[in-house]
């Protein structure tokens, strides 16, 4: 009786035991549920950001700079720290003084760049110190662009052999006057080129659903060279030419526009 109460028992066990097996898997771990792929989407676009006719346009437009961006200074080479200094100090005061005589305002003055460098030369593979190096360079604002010749002349005048001018720009000084006409021209570039996307796709051009502004691209600054016509003796020395000539300002806009309906 007992035998078979002990067989009945172990039976069970084992039936509970396979039970788990087929339950939990192979490691006792829970066996993943499938489920079912879905159908497929035949072409229907699952993402909102995918849709629509996606366009940059851009807006120009010409303008004549107003405003002359000077870079000068002085450069002075002495022995001793002390004599380069004065020299350089007397050669800027004489250069302000002119600035401030044709009508430069101090806030259109700033310090661009200040140095005190020793000068060496190699002899007989020894390294000898010559002297010093006094550097002092401002960027000048000229806001009257037909004055610059004169200031540029009056300038190496007043600085003699220690004048040192490096560049010049122009700009224009209240470029967001022109801003609202920019942006007009980009839209419109934006508005033709959707439309002529649309046409050749064969739909109908919906309203712009999204709008984005790029940088605005200012007048970029350029370099300027001295150049002088040879004069006869008794004539007076002719003024430096300047000619600011014609830049532009840019902007870019991305548009995406929706799309209504197939013809």
Known sequence: MKRRLLLAVGLALIVITVGAVGCYGDFGFPEP???????????IILSQQSTGIWVAGEGKVSVVPD?????????AQEETVAEAQQQAAEAMEAVMAVLDEQGIAEKDIKTQYFSIYLVRRWENDKEILIGYRVTNMVSVKIRKVDDTGVIIDAVAEAGGDYTRINSIS???DEPTDYYEEVREKAMADAEAKAEQ???????DLGKPIFISEGTISL???REYYVERM???APAPPPTTPISPGETEIRLTVQVVYSIESSK
């Open 33 to 43: 549920e499938i489920t079912p792929a879905p159908p497929e989407s035949s072409g």
């Open 67 to 75: 405003v002359a961006i000077l870079s000068l200074g002085i450069e």
């Open 170 to 172: 122009f700009t224009v």
């Open 197 to 203: 996307l649309a046409d050749l796709a064969g739909v």
């Open 219 to 221: 007048p970029v600054p």
């Open 230 to 232: 040879a004069v006869p």
